[in-house]
T-cell receptor, first 117, second 115 residues
Framework: AQTVTQSQPEMSVQEAETVTLSCTYDTSESDYYLFWYKQPPSRQMILVIRQEAYKQQNATENRFSVNFQKAAKSFSLKISDSQLGDAAMYFCAYSQHSGGSNYKLTFGKGTLLTVNP | ETGVTQTPRHLVMGMTNKKSLKCEQHLGHNAMYWYKQSAKKPLELMFVYSLEERVENNSVPSRFSPECPNSSHLFLHLHTLQPEDSALYLC??????????????FGDGTRLSIL
C-alpha cells in the first residue's frame, strides 16, 4: 500500500524568506501523481501544485516549486518570498496514475506552516 | 467563493442523536467524496460517489450513511455516533472519478463534536 510521510509537523518562516516542506512516499508503482494541498485557517483545502512522476522537470506555480527526486521518493515543496497568506496546513498527497477502480488520494499528516511578520 | 458548500459549519450532537451533513457542489462535477480529518492523522477517505452511484466505501462503520440524490448533492447521515467520531468532515468533488490528473475541490468542512 502507498504511504505518504511528512516528517515536519510544524514549520515557521519569516515573511519574504524561503521555506521548504518535506514529503516522502512509498510506492511500487513507476507512474503516479503527487500533489501539495494547502488548508488555510478558513479550512477550504486548495490544490497548490501537481507533479506527474514521468515528467522529470520540477513543477512550478509562481512562488511555489517542488523538488521531485523520484529515486529517493521525495517530493518537497519550496515556498519563495513567503507571505502572511501562506500560513496554513500543507498536505502532501499521492495517487497512482492508472486511475479507475484503484484510484485514491493518499494524504500525509500535514505540516503546519507559520509565517512570522 | 468556494464551488463546494458544506452545511452546517459546526455541529454538536449527543451520542443518541440523528443528524445529517450536507454538501453541494456548483462545479458541474460528476464525482463527490466524503473525508474525515482528525487531528494529527492523514485525511481518511470515507465514501466516493460517481454519477450518483457509490463506488468506494472504505470500511466505514454503519453509523455513517451516505446519500447522493443527484450529482450536485451529497449527504452524510449520522446516528448513534461515538466520541472518536469527533472530527472535521470534508466534502470534495472532481470532474470525474478515477482520473488522477483531475484535482479535487474541497469544501470548508463541518466540525463535528460528539458529547
Amino acid at each position: 500500500a502507498q504511504t505518504v510521510t511528512q516528517s515536519q509537523p510544524e514549520m515557521s518562516v519569516q515573511e519574504a524568506e524561503t521555506v521548504t516542506l518535506s514529503c516522502t512516499y512509498d510506492t511500487s508503482e513507476s507512474d503516479y501523481y503527487l500533489f501539495w494541498y494547502k488548508q488555510p485557517p478558513s479550512r477550504q483545502m486548495i490544490l497548490v501544485i501537481r507533479q506527474e512522476a514521468y515528467k522529470q522537470q520540477n513543477a512550478t506555480e509562481n512562488r511555489f516549486s517542488v523538488n521531485f527526486q523520484k529515486a529517493a521518493k521525495s517530493f518537497s515543496l519550496k515556498i519563495s518570498d513567503s507571505q502572511l497568506g501562506d500560513a496554513a496546513m500543507y498536505f502532501c498527497a499521492y495517487s497512482q496514475h492508472s486511475g479507475g477502480s484503484n484510484y485514491k488520494l493518499t494524504f500525509g499528516k500535514g505540516t503546519l506552516l507559520t509565517v512570522n511578520p | 467563493e468556494t464551488g463546494v458548500t458544506q452545511t452546517p459549519r459546526h455541529l454538536v450532537m449527543g451520542m443518541t442523536n440523528k443528524k445529517s451533513l450536507k454538501c453541494e457542489q456548483h462545479l458541474g462535477h460528476n464525482a463527490m467524496y466524503w473525508y474525515k480529518q482528525s487531528a494529527k492523522k492523514p485525511l481518511e477517505l470515507m465514501f466516493v460517489y460517481s454519477l450518483e452511484e457509490r463506488v468506494e466505501n472504505n470500511s466505514v462503520p454503519s453509523r455513517f450513511s451516505p446519500e447522493c440524490p443527484n450529482s450536485s448533492h451529497l449527504f452524510l447521515h449520522l446516528h448513534t455516533l461515538q466520541p472518536e467520531d469527533s472530527a472535521l468532515y470534508l466534502c470534495a468533488s472532481s470532474q470525474d472519478w478515477g482520473l488522477p490528473n483531475q484535482p479535487q475541490h474541497f469544501g470548508d468542512g463541518t466540525r463535528l463534536s460528539i458529547l
